[in-house]
Nanobody, 121 residues
Framework: QVQLVESGGGMVHAGGSLRLSCAAS????????MAWFRQGSGKEREFVAV????????HYADSAKGRFTISRDNAQSTVTLQMNSLKPEDTAIYYC??????????????WGQGTQVTVSS
């Protein structure tokens, strides 16, 4: 129902910042919890951050705490990831996802195609 398109990736030096955006179309964006995941070369995809449908609740991976901020604008059907103090280990393809919430867990559902973030030392 919903399609997601990420943008804002690029190459920065360690310590720099990037702001990733995810634009949603179709579906009802305000119904979805949203999340960011990333996958480095040769690594498994890992959770980065999640935000509730109304934007009032956020959670972050330990690696992102204090450096990354997830936010959303339901009027614009977008979710963003502000990344500060970037480190080389943040290099990865970043994906935004919708989130399916179940009684005992939550999981990503619809994925965007990703945007590349490269952090040089």
């Amino acid at each position: 129902q919903v399609q997601l398109v990420e943008s804002g990736g690029g190459m920065v030096h360690a310590g720099g910042s990037l702001r990733l955006s995810c634009a949603a179309s179709g579906g009802t964006f305000s119904f979805y919890d949203m999340a960011w995941f990333r996958q480095g070369s040769g690594k498994e995809r890992e959770f980065v951050a999640v935000i509730s449908a109304a934007g009032g609740i956020t959670h972050y991976a330990d690696s992102a705490k204090g450096r990354f901020t997830i936010s959303r604008d339901n009027a614009q059907s977008t979710v963003t990831l502000q990344m500060n103090s970037l480190k080389p280990e943040d290099t990865a393809i970043y994906y935004c996802t919708t989130v399916t919430v179940r009684s005992s867990s939550w999981s990503p559902d619809v994925w965007g195609q990703g945007t590349q973030v490269t952090v040089s030392s």
